[in-house]
């Protein structure tokens, strides 16, 4: 049962995104802001930090390919996004200290490179009408706060429960 514990969190956030996007959007004034959680990512960016990155990359194939089927018409984008994004966080975090704040900052990059990455795909593809300029104001700005206060919250707490999996791992749980 321990070793269904890391893809059981990430089934749970997958279900917890669509839920905290009901939040969204914020109007304020005359401004529309859009948050878009992206807590399966985060937590993907540390699962491919801490624990293993084939591991890590076969979670983000599975759930992006779920993301693209439940979110949007076109399956291809979020399952070629979120491997992507876990091996660039693996590739990344090898060459710098692995501390938890050094991957908090990471994940956070992360969402902030999904965002851009599929608001290209979304441009090139005519899935999106609004200007980069609205996008980086309106949507990327609300997003990567919201993100920034998940990965506070939930940050040494993934990171926690990803140690515990390595140890139990390694005695052999």
């Known amino acids: 049962m321990k070793r269904f514990i890391i893809p059981l969190i990430a089934v749970v956030l997958f279900f917890l995104e669509p839920v905290f996007s009901l939040f969204s959007p914020i109007e304020l004034g005359d401004v529309r802001y859009t948050l878009v959680p992206r807590f399966v990512i985060v937590y993907l960016v540390f699962i491919a930090s801490y624990y293993d ?46 501390s938890t704040g050094t991957v908090m900052l ?37 997003t990567v706060i919201a993100n920034l206060i998940f990965i506070v919250l939930f940050g040494w707490l993934f990171r926690n429960l990803i140690y515990k999996r390595v ?4 005695a052999g749980m």
Do not use: N, W
Request: net charge positive; proline share 2%; charged share 15%.
């Open 167 to 170: 140890i139990e791992k390694q």
């Open 53 to 98: 990155l084939r591991k890590s990359v076969l979670y983000g194939l599975f759930f992006g390919l779920l993301y693209d089927m439940y979110h949007i018409d076109i399956i291809g984008i979020y399952t070629f996004l979120y491997p992507l994004i876990c091996f660039l966080a693996y590739v990344i975090i090898r060459q710098v200290h692995r």
């Open 106 to 142: 990471l994940s956070l990059f992360m969402v902030v490179l999904l965002e851009m990455m599929s608001y290209l795909f979304a441009s090139l593809i005519a899935l999106t009408s609004i200007s980069f300029e609205v996008f980086m104001t309106a949507r990327l700005v609300p």
